[in-house]
């Protein structure tokens, strides 16, 4: 890894300086974060509207872009639009993506995701609430999901079954098999989603997970499952491409998961291979991570989650990617330079402006006649600077 000194004066800002894990050297620190997008084909496969979505953020700059979250299992799909790699038939359509993100230059990165107790829903502009048969009448029945757990963990949802042991490690299979794919179809990066209520987060949280087995009881059998899934991975995903794994650091709930846990799980994660925490947090109890939020008239704060980032790659020295209302350069330059987090995620904000790595190399002075901006661009631009503008004309 390497890593310039907190504080230390650069000739280029942080944001913009590149990052080696493993074999794999990111060109600078901005990753578009995983955003679903519930267009894919009901068998799961890419189509045209993934491609332009993805190609966008690397035209506009950004060193890495990550897919959404991709389902190891169809029975672990959140929507019936969720992109999926439970087959290998999903490789080709994703290695065209991966193709034109390469040849912007940028690096491509794979979410890999088991929604778990909030399988089976609806699209959120259709209320995000349980399949039921009025879905099924219009061809999206709703299946039974599956958790750490047998009773519901959100308000208003039906109950999963509980995962016996052989469908455990079947599925621990399933995501070693999902990180094959996710190499076959030529990511540099492969990120594990365990937060936000989902699957492995339910075994995580001691609010969820009563199993008597030796996936439940205290911390060592709470965290059993993430690890074993850390390990299927690494085991199938090449050892010179770099790991990430993106946890709920606190469920922001009494009797929840604690920023010492993830500390503690962070290390032991490390020890299986994995190079990177993702900080978010959230989710276990409520529709979304960020509807607990709206259910108790919270607004969101710049960088709410910068925090967790920070205190896990200061106890751990482990690196950290910080996600969560971070709106410019400025703020993202400011969170690398106080050695908060090593990269900077961006989610909505890239939605709003899909250069947005190109407008922060302004902001920051890094970006010097119009140098970054596709030739296409950056060369009328450049000329229409150089002119000038009569704004009052």
């Known amino acids: 890894m390497t890593e310039p000194a907190p504080g230390a004066a650069h ?11 493993r074999g794999v050297t990111f060109p600078n620190r901005i990753v578009i974060a995983p955003m679903q997008m519930y267009v894919a084909k009901p068998d799961g496969l890419a189509t045209d509207w993934h491609f332009q979505h993805l190609a966008k953020y690397a035209i506009g700059g950004a060193g890495t872009v990550m897919t959404e979250a991709m389902f190891v299992d169809p029975v672990g799909r959140n929507t019936y639009g969720d992109l999926g790699i439970w087959s290998d038939a999903h490789v080709a359509g994703l290695r065209r993506i991966v193709d034109f993100l390469h040849a912007q230059g940028s690096l491509a990165a794979a979410q890999l995701h088991h929604s778990g ?14 399949l039921d048969e ?3 009448a219009r061809g ?21 079954r509980a ?13 070693g098999q999902g990180a094959r794919r996710a190499a076959e179809a030529g990511f540099d990066v492969l990120d594990i989603h365990a937060a936000h209520g989902y699957l492995i987060h339910s075994f995580l949280s001691p609010i969820n997970n009563d199993r008597k087995d030796a996936y439940g009881g205290d911390f060592a059998g709470r965290t059993r499952f ?13 050892a ?15 009797g929840g998961w604690e920023i010492e846990d993830t500390i503690a799980l962070a290390r032991a994660l490390n020890e299986r291979g994995v190079d990177v925490i993702d900080c978010s947090s959230g989710g276990i109890r409520d529709m979304t991570s960020i509807t607990q939020f709206a259910r108790t008239r919270q607004k969101l704060k710049r960088g709410h989650q910068v925090p967790y980032a920070d205190a896990v790659r200061r106890a751990t020295g482990i690196p950290t990617m910080a996600v969560g209302v971070i709106l410019d350069g400025p703020q993202a330059e400011a969170i690398l330079a106080g050695g908060r987090a090593d990269l900077i995620a961006i989610g909505r904000e890239a939605l709003y402006d899909p250069h947005w790595a190109l407008h922060a190399a302004r902001a920051l002075g890094a970006d010097a006649g119009w140098s970054r901006w596709p030739p296409s661009y950056g060369w009328w631009l450049n000329q229409r600077e150089t002119i000038g503008i009569d704004y009052e004309g």
Do not use: N
């Open 140 to 160: 999206e029945p709703p299946w039974q999901a599956m958790s750490s757990t047998d009773h519901a963990t959100t308000t208003g949802w039906r109950a999963p």
């Open 163 to 175: 995962m016996t042991i052989p469908e455990i490690r079947t599925l621990l299979e399933a995501y």
């Open 11 to 21: 000739a280029t800002p942080l944001l913009f300086t590149p990052f080696t894990l």
């Open 226 to 238: 993430a690890l074993e899934v850390a390990e299927s991975v690494r085991r199938h995903w090449p």
């Open 240 to 254: 010179d491409k770099p790991l990430f794994f993106r946890l709920s650091c606190v469920d922001r709930l009494p």
């Open 134 to 136: 009025t879905d099924a």
């Open 117 to 130: 107790p909030k399988s089976g829903r609806r699209r959120p502009w259709d209320g995000f609430h349980p």
